[in-house]
């Protein structure tokens, strides 16, 4: 499996060549890999909310803790991760990871033990999937508060330094194994940002956040999010009236942290747009306030804010919760066209293979004139990004699709450049798989449209 530098997910590479010398296929397994993906999220948000109550105090709110802690575990942005069976994997290992590291870090004050294993796991989460450190951070900073008391302490202040520190070192050490992977050629190099393509990521991230929180890239009707966080932000800003600004300002940088965590991400790795897999700690905003919201509410003074914050909260997670459902019932449609298609395709090969005596062992794909991504009239929500795209439309899917469906080995090929120039000058519509089948000797060139 070849890997690139910019990925930064180094103890992937190892999984993944663990498994292959077992003969284990994650995208052949994806059902068992997904039920564990869907465990290890539910066991995280049971081991968050256990730590969130214990650390507050017995008098908390636990059904507040829990319906702020599934925010960062079950989110309408997760619905990208779902999409790439192949990456289980990663999602599982740097969530997991995520989450107890801010537990054994958040109670290490006395324990060198706790604080050594705190760090180990979190190096894990950042050569991972580093967007999970967003969670580590939001986490780790609300503990070390809630432990304190919500106190101004030297011992806090120490402790936070020491969360950030091995936060920076797992980054830090993350990028240094990278560079030192692509020294001994097991990794390829990619070329560094410069201040123009830094400028330019910045300024995308900065237009593309009218759409991310007006309707979450269309997995939300217009104005739900905006609404849902007024509400929480009010309950959770009025529960908190009368404790000093400190509370107020060590809640915003908990959020501000997190927030920046992700978008420094993005920027780290160059990208030219904002896909939802990396975006799905946003939502760790409302599982922040919520936390606040139940560490601070006196239940039987303010019991209708309290339940106005829950209820609100619990409503936004039905939007969710659907817009999940609604991923999943798109994605079996898009596969179920995929497969299709595909067997379409292989029907037709071995009636060539029958007629003129000869084997097929590569297969080559090209586009035509106007791409369709997505099979728009049967899919419900109008994704953003590359969730629900055919399989055809990625190098690393196209062929691999073929094999997984027809039960062949096809090689990957290159198609000549003359047949893309003479495939880019057509248009269709419709499958059309006389016209878009190019064969040449033992190689067929698709034409996607």
């Not at 979450?216 to 905006?226: K, S």
């Not at 940088?253 to 790795?269: D, F, P």
């Not at 006196?298 to 609100?312: F, I, T």
């Amino acid at each position: 499996m070849t890997v690139a530098s910019e990925s930064y997910r180094n103890a992937m590479g190892v999984f993944y060549w663990v498994l292959d010398m077992f003969a284990i296929n994650v995208v052949q397994n994806q059902v068992f890999f997904g039920i564990l993906l869907i465990v290890s999220f539910a066991w995280s948000a049971a081991v968050l909310t256990m730590e969130m109550y214990r650390a507050a105090g017995q008098d908390s709110k636990i059904f507040l803790f829990g319906t702020g802690s599934l925010f960062m575990y079950l989110n309408a942005f997760a619905c990208e991760w779902m999409w790439y069976a192949g990456a289980y994997i990663q999602w599982m290992v740097a969530m997991l990871t995520a989450t107890y590291a801010a537990v054994f870090v958040a109670g290490s004050e006395k324990s060198r033990k706790k604080f050594l294993i705190g760090a180990g796991l979190l190096f894990l989460t950042a050569s991972s999937y580093q967007i999970c450190l967003a969670h580590y951070i939001c986490i780790v900073m609300t503990l070390l508060f809630f432990r304190f008391q919500g106190k101004v302490t030297g011992r806090l202040l120490r402790m936070l330094v020491r969360a950030a520190v091995i936060c920076v070192f797992s980054i830090g050490g993350n990028m240094a194994l990278t560079k030192i992977l692509v020294s001994a050629d097991i990794l390829y190099p990619k070329t560094r940002l410069n201040m123009g393509d830094f400028m330019s990521v910045a300024r995308f991230i900065i237009e593309s956040q009218k759409d991310i929180w007006l309707n979450g890239y269309g997995l939300f009707p217009d104005w739900v999010i905006p609404f849902a966080l007024v509400v929480i932000l009010a309950c959770t800003f009025w529960i908190m009236r009368g404790y000093g600004c400190f509370a107020y300002l060590y809640m915003l940088l908990t959020i501000l942290m997190g927030q920046s965590l992700i978008y420094a991400a993005c920027i780290m790795q160059g990208i030219e747009r904002l896909p939802m897999r990396m975006l799905e700690p946003l939502f760790d905003v409302f599982s922040v306030c919520l936390f606040y919201l139940a560490f601070y509410a006196v239940y039987q003074k303010e019991r209708m804010v309290c339940r106005l914050a829950g209820v609100s909260g619990m409503a936004f997670l039905l939007f969710h919760i659907l817009s999940l459902q609604y991923s999943a019932a798109d994605t079996v449609r898009t596969n179920t066209l995929d497969r299709y298609y595909i067997l379409q395709i292989a029907d037709r090969i071995r009636t060539y293979e029958q007629e003129h005596h000869i084997e097929v062992t590569g297969v080559g794909v090209c586009y035509d004139a106007s791409l369709e991504y997505k099979y728009g009239d049967y899919i419900k929500n109008g994704y953003y990004g590359e969730i629900l795209s055919k399989a055809f439309m990625n190098e690393w899917s196209d062929v691999s699709a073929v094999n997984y469906y027809s039960g062949r080995s096809f090689d990957r090929t290159e198609v000549p450049q003359e047949v893309k120039e003479q495939v880019r000058q057509l248009n269709w519509d419709y499958v059309n798989l006389q016209e878009q089948m190019i064969f040449c000797g033992n190689e067929v060139y698709i034409a996607v449209y």
